[in-house]
């Protein structure tokens, strides 16, 4: 019996995911758990698996169409099995094509025709489908329209902002582009005639082009892990009361350190970096201050038993934090080893969900683009986050010397949730983090 294969929930904050390729054709033998599609969720892209195994017998949806969570995208048979017209869902972004009748010369009226699900529908001649697709948006209102539907607009030189959407959400889908193919600037309204003697006026600039305050600019679209960014950071800041805490830390002894393990080591992806030392001199510190390993819920705290440390990395058009899980109880190698491969695979678009979804505590690290400190917003629902600067030269007092020496300073600084903890805990945990770098032999024997 034919069974659909359905978008999948690859994480909880997962509403819709966009089909960007097909690994398989109709046609072929599928395995239960064989991919079937690459698709994009608001993080990352990723290979999906076909819950059922046999014959795909139908693709529901095209490449580049986004579609709900839980609906069907293929339907999957056994070998020669007979799939009804009408099976599996339809796709969220497209509806059922009728064939339009000609219009004849008795009679002007649209035509009844009879959609899917039985209810009668009327269709407009053909004779002017243009004028059934233009609408009127406001200056500045969002184009919400597939990657596909884009590059069909573009292709064609159709002005998106002049397409009526009929998908979910007001949406432009595929078949509100599809009539308008071909058709010479069908939706684009047509400039009145000039009379003869008078000055063409100057053409007007698309509204589009124009902020609430008159200011000339251009509206872009944001990529979907900028979107969830742009919500996670506004809840984060208007609803967790920041505050923060620096500290500078003397990384001279942690850099010979450092120095010492890579000259032993011959695999690279075992070398050290000094964001290593960092996660895990964080970690140990979150042993003494659990405080900060928890989050705020609905007038509680919730403590975290284990302390797994996100690492915020940049990708292209964001941000992801994976995290080394139990990072307290990972000897510097194998974080090393993590950390290298999770940076990777984040900025070639291969991690799974489980990798970015959790954490206990997040470390950013500015100091490669050589940034001597600042101050990060809170990776929600966690109680902290800590920002690295880079290590530079500096003249510090020396009491024993009674001189100024160079040393190699570092510049840290807590952000912390006051809801859960205050400011002399957040201080005695930066303390803590100081003290292990500054003595990173410690990092080795905990």
Known sequence: MAKEVLMPRMGYDMDEGTLLRWLKQIGDTIERGEPIAEIETDKTNLEIESFEGGVIHKFLIDEGDTVPVGQAIAVVGAEGEEIPEDSGSAPAESEPEEAQPEPTAESEQPAVTASSN????????????????????????????????????????????????TGPGGRIIKDDVLPLVGTPQAPLAQPEATPAGQEAPAPAASAASFSQDGVESELQDMSRLRKTIAKRMSESFTQQPHFYVSNAIDMGNAMALRKQINA????????????????????????????????????????YPRIDINMAIAVEGGLLSPFIPDADNKPIGKIAAMAKDLAKRAREGGLTPEEYQGGTFTTSNLGMFDVDRFIAIINPPQAGILAIGSIAKQAVWDDEREEFVPKDIMNATISADHRVTDGVAAAEFLQEVKRLLQNPMLLLVS
Request: hydrophobic fraction near 40%; charged fraction near 25%.
């Open 264 to 303: 032993e080591v011959e695999d690279d992806a075992h070398k050290v970096s000094v964001n290593d030392l960092v996660v895990k001199a964080t970690a140990l510190a979150l042993r003494k201050f659990p405080m900060l390993n928890a989050a705020y819920e609905n007038d509680q705290v919730r403590v």
């Open 118 to 165: 039985g209810a009668e529908q009327q269709s407009q001649p053909q004779a002017q489908p243009q004028q059934a697709q233009v609408t009127e948006r406001k200056p500045g209102e969002r184009v919400r329209a597939s990657p596909l539907v884009r590059r069909l607009a573009a292709e064609h030189g159709l002005d998106l902002q002049q397409i009526n959407g």
